[in-house]
């Protein structure tokens, strides 16, 4: 089970996703929120399918923005250290 504080953590950095579209970060905070494809369907009258084809691409860039933040990170980290020594 989720706790209340990581799914506001969670939902907050999805909707401040520079990288994401509007409906995308609708459909993952929805889901993240426990709402059916169906449910999320039915709203904007579309199929289980496309909200999974949203879904999926919205997850996608989440994790390429993740991942280039974690290098980021990294690559900074290390100039600090050579700078600090």
């Known amino acids: 089970m989720r706790s209340n504080k990581t799914l506001k953590y969670f939902s907050s ?3 401040s ?3 994401l ?3 995308e970060k609708e459909v993952v905070v929805k889901r993240l929120n426990k ?3 169906q ?3 039915e709203t904007w009258g579309l199929t289980e399918a496309r909200i999974r084809q949203i879904e999926s ?3 996608r860039k989440l994790k390429s923005e993740s991942k ?3 290098l980021f990170k990294k ?3 290390n100039k600090l250290r050579k700078v600090t020594k």
């Open 68 to 70: 280039q933040l974690a």
């Open 57 to 59: 691409v919205a997850i």
């Open 75 to 77: 690559l900074y980290s």
């Open 21 to 23: 579209t509007g409906k």
């Open 13 to 15: 950095f999805v909707r």
């Open 39 to 41: 449910g999320i369907g």
């Open 35 to 37: 709402k059916t494809l």
């Open 17 to 19: 996703a520079p990288n």
